[in-house]
C-alpha cells in the first residue's frame, strides 16, 4: 500500500461548510409544521410529586400540548444500561419523565410543546407542580449513612460495590518499608460542548416511520433502545446526524428526551424540535468525575513500588445512566497506571444522591486515576527525597516487559493487558522538551512574588475499544467513492481520516472520496464512536472494506485484460500492469465500473464495486504518554498560572499529526480549564449553584498557556493491521495530575498536600493559609 | 432561555422616555446596552412587563470636557466610545484604565456607562471608579432631575438610589489632578471576568512625601463599593513608606465585612482585600512621585 | 402577547422587512426569520460569543440584542464573508491552521477576528489572544485560532492598502 495520505497532515476537507455559514446542526435544520418543545424541569433536589396543574399552560395560544407520565405510562419503561451494568444498579433506573418522585434538580417533569419556543417557555412558567420537599442528601459521606434514601424502594443509597484484586496486597503492605495513605477529591464538572443537545423527530403517520436527526456517538445503539420503548421496527426508525457541536463525552446518553421527544412528535402529528438552553444542559446532561479515593501505597525505601491499595466512592447521582459505573470502575481499573505495581486491590462503591446523574466525559475515570496515582508518586518521592522523574523511571513498566498483563481490573472483564509501548521513552522526551535538568532548580523557588514548580504526570489509556466497526466502501461512475463507516462524528474530522486511509488502501486520489457517518441507515450495524475507538475501529473497517474493493477491482480487470489480478496494481485511480511503473495505465477506475454491473460478464464475483467489511476486537489497545508542566502560583490570591505544558503522545501510528495535534492541544486546554476553574457545585439541599456561564467558568484564551505537542509513532500496535491505536481522549487526563504536583511543588514550603480538585484561587490560599 | 413577553417601547427623545418612566414606574426596566439586563430576562430572571429602549436618545451621548478640566459623559455613551476617547487617554488615565478591564470588547461595544453604573453589580469595576473619583450622577424623571453623590448612590446589591421615574442621564467627573497617583487592580478567575476582589487607589503626595487626600475604593467585597475611610485616615500626614502600607492594608483587611459565594470564602476576599490595597499603594504611591517630579 | 413591530435590517448587503415580538433575540431573527443559520447559539447570556456578529461594524452578541433594536441596521454574518468565488482570507487561514474543529464557535470567531483587525491590522500575538478571550472554544484550546488570525492579518493589510 502506497503511503501519501497516512501520516500525512492533510488539512480537513469538511472544513469549508463550517467555515462560511453552510454547516447543519440540528437546529439548522428546520422542517414545514415543526413544532417546539421545552421541558419543565424539576426545582427541588428530592421531592414528592402531588399534582402536575396543565390547564392554564394548555388556555395559552399557541401552546399545542403539555406531556407529564400519564400519557407516556404505556410505554414507559426504565431506560437501561448500555455498559458497567455492575450488579445492583439495575435498581436505580430512570424513568423519562418523573414518576411520583424527584431526585435531582433538573429532572423532567413534564414536555411543553408550542408552536415557538418562547411560547413553550411561556407554558413552563404557567405549570403549576405541587411538590412535598424531602430531605436532600448531596455527599457521599452522607448518602452512605443511609438516613435519606434516594431510592426507599431499595433500602440504601450504595448501589454497588465489588472488589478487584492483583497480587498479594496484604503481605505487600506488611513487609513494606515505606508506605502512605491520603484521601483524594475529584470535582464534579462536565463537558460543556458549544453545541447543547437537540434532536428535531417527524414521525410519517402514513408509512409508520420516523426520522431523527440530532441523534450521535452511538446512533445504532440509540435506534435500537427507541425501538424497544416505542415498539416500532428498527428498520421503521431513520437516524440522522448533523453536523455536531463536540461531544466530550455528554452525548450518545439514551436521555429522556431521546424518548420524550420522538414520542412527541407521533402523539402529536407533527414534527417536534427540542434545542437544550445552557441552564438546561449544565443540570441534565451528563456530570462527571465526582469519586472520593482513600488511597495507599506501599515501596521500598529505594522507591520500588510494591503495593497500591484504594476505596473508591463514586458520587452517583440520583439514577444511574446508561453508562452504569463507568466513573467509578473506570477510576480503578487503570489506578496502577504504566507502572510496576505488583499487588494492587480497589474496592469500588457506586452511591446514590440527589444530583444529576453521573456518566462519562473525555477519559472517564482516568483524569481521576492519574490525579490520584501521579499525586501519590509525588508525595512518595518527597518522602523518600528521590527526584519525581527518577522515581518514575525507576517504576515504569519496560518495553522489554510488553505485552504487560496487569491482570483483571474491570469485573467481568479479561484481564488488562498493555500491547506495546516505550513508556520511559516518554517521560524522558518530555523531561527533555521542557529542560528538566535545568528547571527542576527552581522547584519551591520564591521569584518575583511567586513560587515556581513543576509536575510531572505519566498515563496510559485503553482506546480502540470494540468489539466491532463496520464500513463499507463503494466505487460509483464519474470517479465517486463512497465510505460509509459506523462511527459518528463530533468534530474529530473522521471524513478526512477515513478517506486517507481508504485513498491509501485503495489507491485512489482523496479528492475523490467522500466519507459518510452517523446515519443509521447507512449501514446495518455500527458501535459509534466513543472510547477513541474511531481511527482503530473505524480505520481498520475502511481499511478492510477497501482491501476487497480493490481486490475485486483486479479481479475483474484481470477478467477483462485477460490478465491475472496478481500481474496488476491500483494507482492513483489507474489500473496499472505490476511494476510498469513508467508505463500507462492498462485501466481507469472509472473503467471498471461498468465492467462490474449485474449484467457484466466480466465479473465473477457480486455485482457493483463495493464491500462491507467489520473489524472485529475483543483487545484493547493502549495510548500512552507524559505530561510536564511549570507553574507558578502567586501565594497572596492563589492564582496559579501556567508557564509552559509539554504533552508527549504515542498513538502507535499517526494518522493525521495535524488533527491529532490539534486534539492534544485542544484537550490540555480543556483539561487545564478543568483542573484550575470548572466546578459544579450544589448547596446543601441540592440546589445546583452553578447553572450559567458566569459560574462555572470555561477556560478562555487567556488561561491557556503556550503548550508543545510531541507525537511519537514508537510503539504500533500489534493488534490490528493499521498498527493504529486511539487518540482523543487522553489528551486531557493527564492534566489534573501534573498541574497539582506542580502547585505542591511549587508550594512545598507550606507543606500543601493538594489532594482536592479544582485549584481554584480560593482552594489555594485556603491551603497557604492552614500551613502557614 | 427566552425572555417572557413584555411591551415594548423606544422613545425618540428624553421627554418621551421619561414621561413612559413616569407611567410605567415599577413595572418597566430601562434598556440601553442590553449587556447585564438581557441575559437576566433570557433567564427569566427579570420578568419587566415594559421595556424602554433609550438607544434613541442620542442626546445622552457625548463626553463633554468642562471648562475646568472636568468631565462630563452622558449615561447612554458607549464604553468603548469612552475607551477610545483621546481626551480621556490624556486627561483620566484612571479611567483610560479602568474600563479595558470591564468584560469583553463585544460586550463594551454595546454596553454603556450609565447602564453599567445603574446596574450596580459589586463586583463591577465602574461603580467602584464612580466612588473613587467622587462623581456625581444626574437623575431626571418627568418631573424634575436632581444631582446624586456616587457615594450616595449605591445602596446595596444591586440597589441605588434611583428611583423608579428615574432616569440616569450623566455622570460628571471632577477634574483630573494631574498631582495623583492611582492604581486599579483586581483578583478574577479569568481576565474579563467580574472581580473576585478589587481595588482602585488615588492619593496625592504633599512635598514632604506624606500621603494627603487618599481614596481606598475596594470592590468584590459586599453589596456595593466600599470606601476604607479607616484606612484613608490612617494614611493621612503619614510618610508613604512600605510600613505605612502595610498598616494601610491591614487596616483594610480588619474592615471588611465580605460575603462568602461559591467562588470565594469571606476569609479569602479580607485577605486578598488587604494584598490589593498593598500592591495599589505602592503603585498609586509611585505614580504620586513621578507626578510630584514634574 | 404583544404587539408586533414591524423592522427594516440589511444583511451582507440584503435588505429585509419583518414584523417580529419584542422579545425576540436578534439571533432568533438571523436564524429563524432570514434563514442565515451560520450565527449560533451557545449559552444565551452573552458569554460564549458564538453568537458574534457584526452591527454598524461593531462586534456584537446578537442573543444580547432585540431584533427590533436592529431595526435601520447594517449587520454582516458569516455568511457574508466569503466572496463567492473566493474564501476571505481568515477563512483560509482557519482551514491552513486546522483552527476549526466541531465548527460550532468558528463563525463568532470569525466575525470577532475579522472586527479586531479593522482596528487593530498589525497586531501582537498578545493583542490577539486578548482580542479572542471573549469567546469560547472547547476543542482547539485557541492556540491555531491565534496563529490563524495572524496568518491572514498581513494578507488583509495588503490587500486593503491595494484597493
Not at chain 2, 267 to 285: D, F, H, N, Q
Request: glycine content about 10%; proline content about 6%; aromatic content about 6%.
Amino acid at each position: 500500500m502506497t503511503e501519501t495520505y497516512i501520516g500525512a497532515p492533510i488539512r480537513r476537507r469538511e472544513d469549508v461548510r463550517f467555515l462560511t455559514g453552510r454547516a447543519k446542526f440540528v437546529d439548522d435544520v428546520k422542517v414545514p409544521q415543526m413544532l417546539h418543545a421545552a421541558i419543565l424541569r424539576s426545582s427541588h433536589a428530592h421531592a414528592r410529586i402531588k399534582s402536575i396543574k396543565i390547564t392554564n399552560a394548555l388556555a395559552i395560544p399557541g401552546v399545542v400540548d403539555v406531556i407529564t407520565f400519564e400519557d407516556i405510562a404505556p410505554l414507559a419503561k426504565p431506560i437501561p444500561i448500555r455498559t458497567y451494568a455492575l450488579p445492583g444498579l439495575e435498581r436505580y433506573l430512570q424513568y423519562p419523565l418523573a414518576r411520583e418522585k424527584v431526585r435531582y434538580v433538573g429532572e423532567p417533569i413534564a414536555v411543553a410543546v408550542a408552536e415557538t419556543r418562547y411560547v413553550a417557555e411561556d407554558a413552563l412558567d404557567a405549570i403549576d407542580v405541587t411538590y412535598e420537599v424531602l430531605p436532600a442528601v448531596v455527599s457521599v459521606h452522607e448518602a452512605l449513612r443511609d438516613e435519606v434514601l434516594v431510592h426507599e424502594e431499595n433500602g440504601t443509597n450504595l448501589a454497588a460495590r465489588y472488589s478487584i484484586s492483583i497480587g498479594d496486597v496484604e503481605t505487600a503492605f506488611r513487609q513494606a518499608e515505606y508506605t502512605r495513605r491520603e484521601e483524594f477529591k475529584v470535582h464534579r464538572h462536565t463537558g460543556n460542548p458549544l453545541e447543547t443537545r437537540g434532536l428535531l423527530a417527524s414521525y410519517d403517520s402514513g408509512r409508520g416511520e420516523l426520522t431523527v436527526w440530532g441523534p450521535t456517538k452511538v446512533p445504532h445503539i440509540n435506534r435500537a433502545f427507541l425501538s424497544s420503548f416505542l415498539s416500532l421496527p428498527e428498520q421503521k426508525i431513520h437516524f440522522i446526524e448533523p453536523d455536531v457541536g463536540g461531544g466530550f463525552g455528554i452525548r450518545g446518553e439514551f436521555y429522556p428526551e431521546d424518548f420524550l421527544i420522538p414520542f412527541a412528535a407521533i402523539k402529536l402529528g407533527r414534527p417536534v424540535k427540542w434545542i437544550e438552553d445552557r441552564r438546561e444542559h449544565l443540570m441534565a446532561a451528563n456530570h462527571s468525575r465526582d469519586v472520593w479515593c482513600d488511597a495507599e501505597i506501599a515501596a521500598r525505601r529505594d522507591g520500588t513500588l510494591l503495593g497500591l491499595r484504594a476505596k473508591l466512592y463514586g458520587d452517583m447521582g440520583g439514577y444511574i445512566r446508561t453508562h452504569g459505573g463507568i466513573v467509578p470502575a473506570s477510576t480503578a481499573a487503570l489506578l496502577p497506571g504504566p507502572y510496576r505495581i505488583p499487588a494492587f486491590e480497589c474496592a469500588v462503591h457506586c452511591i446514590m444522591t440527589n444530583k444529576t446523574g453521573l456518566g462519562t466525559l473525555r477519559a472517564p475515570g482516568r483524569y481521576e486515576s492519574c490525579f490520584i496515582r501521579e499525586r501519590l508518586l509525588d508525595m512518595v518521592a518527597a518522602d523518600l527525597n528521590i527526584d519525581p522523574a527518577e522515581l518514575r523511571l525507576k517504576n515504569l513498566i519496560q518495553p522489554t516487559e510488553m505485552p504487560y498483563v496487569l491482570g483483571v481490573t474491570r469485573r467481568g472483564e479479561s484481564p488488562t493487558v498493555f500491547d506495546s509501548g516505550d513508556y520511559p521513552m516518554a517521560l524522558k522526551r518530555a523531561l527533555e522538551k521542557i529542560g528538566y535538568g535545568e528547571l527542576r532548580q527552581r522547584q519551591g523557588r520564591y521569584e518575583e512574588g511567586k513560587y515556581h514548580g513543576i509536575g510531572i504526570g505519566c498515563y496510559v489509556k485503553n482506546t480502540g475499544r470494540g468489539p466491532f466497526e463496520c464500513a463499507r466502501v463503494e466505487v460509483r461512475s464519474g470517479n465517486s467513492i463512497a465510505v460509509y463507516v459506523g462511527l459518528a462524528s463530533l468534530g474529530q474530522g473522521h471524513e478526512t481520516t477515513m478517506a486517507q486511509i481508504c485513498a491509501d488502501t485503495l489507491g485512489v486520489p482523496i479528492e475523490q472520496i467522500t466519507v459518510f457517518h452517523g446515519n443509521t441507515d447507512y449501514l446495518p450495524f455500527g458501535g459509534g464512536t466513543n472510547a477513541s475507538r474511531g481511527t482503530v475501529m473505524g480505520g481498520n473497517a475502511v481499511y478492510l472494506a477497501a482491501q476487497e474493493v480493490k481486490r475485486k477491482v483486479l479481479t475483474i480487470a484481470g477478467s477483462y485484460l485477460g490478465m491475472a489480478p496478481s500481474d496488476l496494481e491500483l494507482r492513483d485511480g489507474q489500473v496499472h500492469g505490476k511494476g510498469a511503473e513508467t508505463e500507462k495505465p492498462l485501466l481507469s477506475l472509472e473503467d471498471v465500473v461498468p465492467l462490474a454491473a449485474p449484467t457484466s460478464r466480466f465479473n465473477p464475483l457480486e455485482p457493483g464495486l463495493d464491500a462491507t467489511a467489520y473489524f472485529k476486537s475483543d483487545k484493547l489497545t493502549y495510548t500512552y504518554g507524559t505530561h510536564v508542566a511549570h507553574v507558578a502560583v502567586d501565594p497572596e490570591t492563589g492564582k496559579v498560572e501556567v508557564l509552559r505544558y509539554v504533552a508527549v503522545e504515542d498513538v502507535g501510528r499517526c494518522v493525521n499529526p495535524l488533527l491529532l495535534h490539534g486534539q492534544i492541544v485542544g484537550g490540555v486546554a480543556q483539561g487545564i480549564g478543568a483542573t484550575l476553574l470548572e466546578d459544579l457545585v450544589y448547596s446543601e439541599n441540592g440546589q445546583l449553584l452553578t447553572t450559567t456561564f458566569m459560574d462555572y467558568l470555561l477556560p478562555t484564551s487567556t488561561v491557556v498557556p503556550p503548550i508543545e505537542a510531541i507525537i511519537l509513532e514508537e510503539a504500533p500496535s500489534t493488534l490490528n493491521p493499521l498498527g493504529v491505536k486511539g487518540g482523543g481522549e487522553e489528551t486531557s487526563l493527564a492534566t489534573g495530575a501534573t498541574l497539582a504536583n506542580a502547585v505542591a511543588n511549587a508550594l512545598v514550603s507550606f507543606g500543601v498536600k493538594a489532594t482536592e480538585l479544582p485549584l481554584s484561587h480560593n482552594r489555594v490560599r485556603e491551603w497557604i493559609r492552614g500551613r502557614k | 432561555m427566552k425572555p417572557a413577553p413584555f411591551e415594548y417601547f423606544a422613545p425618540q427623545n428624553l421627554p418621551e422616555a421619561l414621561e413612559l418612566l413616569e407611567q410605567y414606574g415599577e413595572e418597566a426596566k430601562i434598556l440601553a446596552g442590553g449587556q447585564s439586563l438581557m441575559p437576566l430576562m433570557n433567564l427569566r430572571l427579570a420578568r419587566p412587563k415594559v421595556v424602554i429602549d433609550i438607544n434613541r436618545l442620542s442626546e445622552l451621548q457625548y463626553i463633554a470636557p468642562g471648562s475646568n478640566g472636568d468631565l462630563a459623559v452622558g449615561a447612554l455613551t458607549r464604553q468603548r466610545t469612552v475607551e477610545r476617547s483621546d481626551f480621556v487617554q490624556r486627561e483620566n488615565p484612571l479611567l483610560a484604565a479602568t474600563i479595558p478591564l470591564v468584560s469583553h470588547a463585544q460586550i463594551r461595544n454595546r454596553g454603556t456607562i450609565g447602564g453599567r453604573i445603574a446596574h450596580a453589580d459589586p463586583a463591577a469595576e465602574l461603580p467602584a471608579l464612580s466612588v473613587a473619583l467622587g462623581a456625581e450622577f444626574t437623575a431626571r424623571s418627568a418631573r424634575g432631575q436632581r444631582v446624586i453623590q456616587s457615594q450616595d448612590f449605591f445602596l446595596g446589591y444591586m440597589t441605588t438610589a434611583l428611583q423608579p421615574t428615574e432616569l440616569l442621564t450623566e455622570i460628571h467627573i471632577p477634574a483630573w489632578d494631574p498631582g495623583f497617583g492611582w492604581a486599579v487592580g483586581e483578583v478574577s478567575r479569568r481576565e474579563g471576568d467580574f472581580a473576585l476582589v478589587g481595588a482602585i487607589v488615588l492619593l496625592r503626595l504633599d512635598e514632604n512625601g506624606a500621603c494627603e487626600n487618599a481614596r481606598i475604593v475596594l470592590f468584590g467585597v459586599g453589596a456595593a463599593p466600599v470606601r476604607m475611610r479607616k484606612a484613608e485616615e490612617m494614611l493621612r500626614g503619614r510618610r508613604a513608606d512600605g510600613k505605612a502600607i502595610a498598616e494601610a492594608a491591614g487596616i483594610v483587611s480588619e474592615d471588611l465585612q465580605p460575603d462568602s459565594d461559591l467562588h470565594a470564602s469571606a476569609e479569602y476576599r479580607k485577605e486578598v482585600g488587604g494584598t490589593l490595597t498593598r500592591r495599589s499603594l505602592v503603585e498609586a504611591i509611585s505614580r504620586a512621585r513621578e507626578a510630584t517630579k514634574r | 402577547m404583544s404587539r408586533k413591530h414591524n423592522i427594516i435590517v440589511t444583511v451582507n448587503g440584503k435588505t429585509y422587512e419583518r414584523s417580529v415580538e419584542p422579545r425576540m433575540t436578534l439571533v432568533d431573527l438571523l436564524r429563524d426569520e432570514l434563514a442565515l443559520t451560520g450565527t449560533h447559539v451557545g449559552c444565551e447570556h452573552g458569554v460564549c460569543g458564538a453568537c458574534t456578529i457584526l452591527m454598524d461594524g461593531e462586534a456584537i452578541r446578537s442573543c444580547l440584542t432585540l431584533a427590533v433594536q436592529a431595526d435601520g441596521g447594517h449587520l454582516m454574518t458569516v455568511e457574508g464573508l466569503a466572496k463567492p468565488e473566493e474564501l476571505h482570507p481568515l477563512q483560509k487561514a482557519f482551514q491552513e491552521r486546522h483552527a476549526l474543529q466541531c465548527g460550532f464557535c468558528t463563525p463568532g470567531f470569525l466575525m470577532t477576528a475579522y472586527a479586531f483587525l479593522e482596528e487593530t491590522p498589525a497586531p501582537t500575538e498578545a493583542q490577539v489572544r486578548e482580542a479572542i478571550s471573549g469567546n469560547i472554544c472547547r476543542c482547539t484550546g485557541y492556540l491555531p485560532i491565534i496563529q490563524a488570525i495572524l496568518e491572514a492579518a498581513p494578507i488583509i493589510r495588503s490587500a486593503s492598502q491595494e484597493r
